[in-house]
Each structure stands twice: as C-alpha cells, then as structure tokens.
C-alpha cells in the first residue's frame, strides 16, 4: 500500500523539516523525487540521503516566488505526478505592527509561491492523465493565533486555492488537498527559540508543546506521513479537504 513507484514528485522546500520528510519519505515510497529549493546545500543533502538508500531525487535551484524560475523548473522537469506546495516563511506580528515590506514577503512566497507552482504543474500534470497537488496549510487558516496576523492571512488564502483548484479540475482526474499542521519540531523551532529566547530554550520548547491538547509537537515525519496517503491511489477518492495534523489543537483547546 502507499507505493508511488514510476511517480515523478515535485516537493518545494524539501530542504530541511516537513519538506525533508516528504521528499524522504516519497522516494522511499517508490517515487522520482524533485525538489524545488532556493537553498541548494540543504536540498542537496537531502538529495544525498535519498541517494544513499538507493532511491532517486534531483534538486532544481528555485525561488518559488519568482514565476519564471518556477516555469523554467517545471518545464525542465517535463510531465509529473505529485506537486506538494510545502515552502513557505513564518512572520511573528499583529495588524498594526507588521510592516508593509513584511507582509508583501510573506504573500509574495507563501500565496504567490504556491499559485506560481500550481500554475506551472497543471498542464504538466495534464500531460501524465492526472495526478495530485497538497498545499501545506495550517491551524492558522482556521483558529486565531497570537501575533501571527501576515502568516495567518497567507494559510487562509492557501486554504482557498485549495478548494478552487480541486473544484476547477475534477473533471481532468486532478486531485488538490490541504493539510493543516499545529506546531511541529523542526529545525525552524529551534532557530525560532535560539534567537527569541536565548537561555531559555528549553523551557519555552516544554511551553509550546504543551499548546497541543496532546501534550508535545508534531514531527516531520508525521506529516510526510499523511501527505504520502493523500498522494496515493489509496486517496484517490479524495478531494478538496483540509486535513487538521495537531494533536487536538482546533477542536480540543477549550
């Protein structure tokens, strides 16, 4: 079950967390791994840990905000199965005290980005006879979250071109899903506590964890879980959902 043998998967920010674990994870499953990454040393590394199982990926320098960059990938990659829209940048703020250049940024990669790639993969899905995108949402689309007013918005809109695409290309054997993660522990969490808490790390970990009904973070690994499942045949009758991955965060934080 779950295989994606002869697969071509495009996964963005396969760099580092979640979009690792996917790109790992697909490979092993079976699938030619293609990520999209403007950081070409962590994509080659985890490239090189694929390669290293015996199993294929091939890294494409990609800025995903930027159109043409994305255009020349995908045409360098020719006909696919599997788009996973995972890039995208985090913003800490309210209304009021995020800065206009900031919340440009955050669209431009985190909205512009994932239309730029879908943009780009529908006529190379077409040419496979179908396939599946997964857009990475988030529990901010959905609940309101403390001073994350720009990366909030960002979600929303995902969650919108989710159901617009899944609507638009029923019809072409096209599937699109959204997953919507809580905190998860990557290597992002860590900077994030490194630089705004220094000294207290540890403690502010065990305080973030503890936002989950669940009692800790979720992993990489189980997400790239979930996104295997919804890319497989065994998903095929599903389209135009979001999938909550948070540890009860949505419908148990009373």
């Not at 791994?33 to 962590?42: F, K, P």
């Not at 669209?107 to 879908?118: D, F, Q, R, S, T």
């Not at 899944?166 to 969490?189: G, M, W």
Request: glycine fraction near 10%.
């Amino acid at each position: 079950m779950f295989r994606l043998d002869n697969k071509i998967a495009v996964v963005t920010g396969g760099g580092s967390g979640i979009g690792k674990a996917i790109a790992k994870l697909f490979a092993k499953q079976g699938a030619l791994v293609q990520i999209l990454e403007w950081n070409t040393d962590a994509a080659n590394e985890t490239a090189n840990e694929i390669k290293k199982n015996g199993d294929k990926a091939i890294v494409y320098k990609c800025n995903v905000a930027n159109q043409k960059e994305v255009s020349e990938a995908f045409a360098n990659i020719g006909e696919i199965h599997i788009l996973v829209n995972n890039a995208g940048i985090a913003h800490i703020g309210k209304a009021d005290t995020t800065k206009e250049e900031d919340f440009d940024k955050v669209i431009l990669v985190n909205v512009k980005g994932v239309y730029n790639c879908i943009h780009a993969a529908i006529p190379q899905l077409r040419k496979s006879g179908g396939g599946c995108i997964i857009n990475m949402a988030s529990i901010a689309a959905q609940v309101g979250i403390p001073d994350r007013f720009a990366y909030s918005t960002a979600k929303g809109a995902v969650m919108a071109m989710t159901l617009s695409v899944a609507k638009d290309y029923l019809q072409e054997n096209i599937r699109c899903n959204s997953i919507s993660p809580a905190r998860v522990h990557t290597p992002f969490v860590d900077g994030f506590l490194k630089n705004n808490y220094p000294g207290k790390e540890s403690e502010m970990f065990e305080k973030l964890s503890k936002t989950q009904p669940i009692g800790r973070m979720g992993t990489p690994e189980e997400i790239a879980a979930l996104t295997l499942y919804l890319c497989s045949e065994e998903a095929s009758f599903i389209t135009g959902c979001d999938y909550l991955v948070d540890g009860g965060f949505v419908k148990l934080n009373n």
